[in-house]
């Protein structure tokens, strides 16, 4: 469910409610640790000697809980940043795939596999696919050591598919840039794709273009 819901439920049913519980948490942690050193300092005058001293003991306090929610940020963060990803794929390509000549312009169509998928098309459901093709195996909230070693080894899959991705994207905008006949052509390319300019590979890749422009 943390991975299969799409990003507004999953920002609703889980983001949403399991940040609550911990703020909830942190502000009755807060009043607990206040009124504790306050327990303290009145033993203290009082006269009461303690092996530790009652900011000694908070800080030795394990809060079991807190492993889950770094897990939970993980998983916010990346489910936040695919989702910016796929936004802007979707964004450019959606556009790209409806302008006239957009998919069918033989001198900028980039096509992949032998079956010569449109690349729009195959771009879009990789990206789509992404998080659950390779966490499909994974228990995201499996704390233990081996769930780890799974759940690192599963970004680490992802990473490696999301950079696959922008080297096609790279390659398509170097490919429609190589085709402008002149600069005011380079520009109505740059604009079109400039969401993807914030992609550290696909902005590199272009920058001979940006240059030609300046």
Known sequence: ??????????????????????????????????????????????????????????????????????????????????????????????????????????????????EGEDYSAWALKEVDDAPMSLFASVDVLDLSARGETAFASALEGYDRKVDAIEEHLARLLRDKLSSCQDAEDMFRVFARFNPLLARTRVRAAVKEFQLQLM
Do not use: C, W
């Not at 809060?63 to 990803?85: I, S």
């Open 1 to 114: 469910i943390v991975l299969g819901l799409d990003y507004a439920q999953y920002e609703k049913i889980v983001r949403g409610p399991t940040q609550d519980v911990f703020v909830v948490f942190d502000a009755s942690f807060a009043t607990f640790s206040e009124f504790f050193l306050d327990q303290g300092r009145m033993r203290r005058r009082a006269g009461e000697a303690r092996n530790e001293t009652p900011a000694q003991v908070l800080k030795g306090i394990k809060l079991y809980h807190q492993a889950l929610r770094e897990r939970l940020d993980q998983v916010y963060y990346f489910r936040t940043q695919h989702e910016k990803l796929r936004s802007v794929v979707s964004e450019v390509l959606t556009g790209e795939k409806d302008e006239p000549g957009g998919s069918s312009n033989t001198a900028t169509a980039l096509t992949i596999g032998d």
